[in-house]
């Protein structure tokens, strides 16, 4: 069974600080991870999907790097901005579904 | 372009009242997903369906009933909600392997 851990649960950060989360997960055997941001009362918004020959993928101020013979990914988020104040949830697929993280609830402080 | 909606966006029901959440994507995606989200449980999958004409059950399907109408829509119906179904609802599609949300129906059973 596929397990998907994120760690830390949350994270209070000054502006302009660069943002580490981290997403484990316990089958590597996996074709792709996705990254998502969710703002309360939201729905979620796809950030990064990383496929499971690439070792990173880039978007802007965000890059997320897949390790999978660790079972691990992190999403890197450079300079952060209060705007960037979200959960940010990985998922990876686990037979028909997406197995989710719990989420990293993230505050930049101005 | 309006990706996937949900209507609708709130909902109080009392126990034992029918009612079903609509889901309709405009992107042309084979899959289509439910998912409820709660407090401490993250996400679950309730349905699934892979193409047009075929659903099948996620993690969490007992209490609720899917139809995938065309490819465009896929409704989920509580037949008679309870306490227990208080949560909110997700709809998602998919394509090569990415998921995209809707904002999400919020429920409350009294």
């Known amino acids: 069974k596929q397990e998907v851990t994120q760690i830390p649960a949350a994270l209070s950060v000054p502006e302009g600080e660069n943002l580490v989360l981290n997403c484990s997960f316990t089958?590597?055997?996996?074709?792709?991870l996705q990254w998502f941001r969710q703002d309360p009362g939201k729905g979620l918004t796809s950030l990064l999907l990383?496929?499971?020959?690439?070792r990173e993928q880039t978007s802007g101020r965000l890059n997320a790097s897949l390790d999978k013979s660790s079972g691990r990914s992190t999403l890197y988020i450079a300079a952060s901005q209060p705007g960037d104040s979200a959960t940010y949830l990985c998922?990876?697929?686990?037979?028909?579904?997406?197995?989710f993280g719990a989420g990293t609830t993230v505050t930049v402080r101005a | 372009n309006a990706g996937v909606t949900q209507t609708p966006k709130f909902q109080v029901l009392k126990t034992g009242q029918s009612m079903t959440l609509q889901c309709a994507q405009d992107?042309?995606?084979?899959?289509m997903y439910w998912y409820r989200q709660d407090p401490g449980m993250g996400l679950r999958l309730i349905y699934y369906?892979?193409?047009?004409?075929?659903?099948d059950k996620g993690e969490v399907p007992n209490g609720y009933n899917v139809s995938r109408l065309n490819k465009r829509e896929f409704s989920l119906r509580l037949e008679s909600a309870a306490p227990s179904q208080t949560s909110v609802y997700f709809c998602?599609?998919?394509?090569?392997?990415?998921?995209?949300f809707g904002e999400g129906s919020r429920l409350t059973v009294l």
């Open positions: 089958d590597s055997a996996i074709y792709n």
């Open positions: 990383i496929q499971s020959s690439q």
């Open positions: 998602a599609s998919a394509f090569a392997g990415e998921l995209f």
């Open positions: 992107m042309n995606h084979n899959s």
């Open positions: 369906s892979a193409s047009e004409g075929t659903t």
């Open positions: 998922a990876v697929p686990n037979d028909y579904k997406l197995s």
